[in-house]
């Protein structure tokens, strides 16, 4: 087996996230404009071939993990072949994917059948009225019953991810936070990171030591295991509860010194860091019919490069950040 890359800072970079799609089913207020926006043009967005082709040149160079994400990559036509298609490559041990959770009840088992091993399901509130303000869409049923039909196909861990806004779910800790009693899944805090200039947005994040400090008054809580993922969340688990809990902070606290993660968008554009303004583009190379060996040099050149850490939490913040999540690929 070979050993995946490493870059400057002696980081394993083992991971990519592979973004298939910047369409988007829903308009999540922190992460599009309501009315959308101009969509990249069909075809400067990565074929399913070119994708497949891709994971097989990461595989090759010893990276074992990849997440499908968007946008919302379950819109994207014929999405379970191309799963099927990537668990297969020798070499990738999880492939797992992003998901609002909308399609996920019709999807769930295809999934599971087509290699899914893990899923993120993005889920803010458990109340349908906040949910339909949040998402700009009335679907709060819907996903409920995609997480459960992903629970039925036997899909673990399943992932809750919260995006936690200051005045508009942050009372909602507690309850997100009790479903680990009840379910197996891992609910996951994320701080709310300001991409787009907005005024709505201002004083909107809740820093992770407070979302920690409300937790502890829930019920006894003790550090548990990563699991397999060496990412960005820290872990925690209420005693006597069947799922986990995390908490993941780009803005107070720098995951950067773990970080293992490249990402690719939808139009084959890698990214070494999600603040970062640099991208190596994969689409020509891919397109123009160089060999694996020169795209794999080309990626290892860009892992040399990776900065090592953000600058999220410095003035600079929002002039750091080029694209929006459902853009880079969250
Ligand atoms: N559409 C899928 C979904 O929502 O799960 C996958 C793509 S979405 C861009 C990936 C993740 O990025 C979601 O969990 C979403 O909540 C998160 N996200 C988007 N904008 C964000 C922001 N401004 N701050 C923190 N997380 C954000
Ligand atoms: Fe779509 Fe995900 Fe962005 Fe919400 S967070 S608008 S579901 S891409």
């Given at each position: ?5 490493t ?28 009315h ?21 040149i ?22 379970l ?8 490559i ?13 399609l ?8 599971r ?8 399901v993005?889920?803010d ?17 819907r ?8 629970q ?12 936690v ?15 680990t009693?009840k ?7 994320i ?9 709505e ?6 820093p ?14 003790a550090l ?16 006597g ?12 606290d ?31 190379p ?26 999220l ?12 999540m ?5």
């Open positions: 087996m070979v050993a995946p890359p870059d400057s800072f002696k980081r394993k970079i083992d991971y990519l996230r592979l973004s298939i799609t910047d369409r988007c089913n829903l308009r999540c207020t922190y992460c599009m404009p309501e959308g926006v101009p969509k990249i043009d069909h075809a400067d967005i990565l074929r399913y071939e070119e994708l497949v082709r891709l994971a097989e990461v595989a090759g160079m010893g990276m074992s993990k990849i997440r499908i994400t968007g946008g919302e990559p379950l819109v994207r036509k014929d999405v072949t191309l799963c099927e298609r990537i668990s297969r020798p070499g990738i041990r999880s492939l797992s994917i992003t998901t609002n959770g909308v996920l009840s019709d999807f769930a088992r295809g999934l059948d087509a290699g899914i091993k893990r899923i993120n993005s889920l509130t458990l109340k349908p009225e906040k949910y339909a303000l949040i998402t700009r869409s009335d679907r709060f049923s996903v409920w019953e995609g997480i459960m039909a992903a039925e196909a036997g899909i673990s861990p399943i992932k809750l991810n919260a995006v806004m200051n005045g508009v779910n942050d009372d909602e800790i507690e309850d997100l936070a009790h479903l009693f379910y197996p899944f891992h609910v996951r805090f701080e709310f990171m300001p991409f787009r200039q907005q005024p947005f201002e004083g909107r994040l809740v992770a030591p407070e979302i920690l400090a409300r937790l502890r008054r829930v019920a006894p809580l548990a295991d990563n699991g397999e993922s060496n990412g960005p969340a820290l872990h925690y688990r209420f005693e509860a069947l799922g986990k809990l995390g908490i993941i902070s780009p803005v107070s720098h995951f950067c010194p773990s970080c293992n993660r490249l990402r690719v968008t939808a139009d084959g554009k890698l990214r070494t860091c999600l603040f970062s303004r640099e991208e190596t583009d994969l689409r020509l891919l397109r123009q019919g160089n060999s694996e060996e020169e795209i794999a040099d080309r990626i290892r050149s860009a892992i040399s490069l990776k900065p090592e850490k953000h600058q939490s410095d003035a600079v913040f929002r002039k750091c950040i080029s694209r929006p459902f853009s880079i690929g969250g």
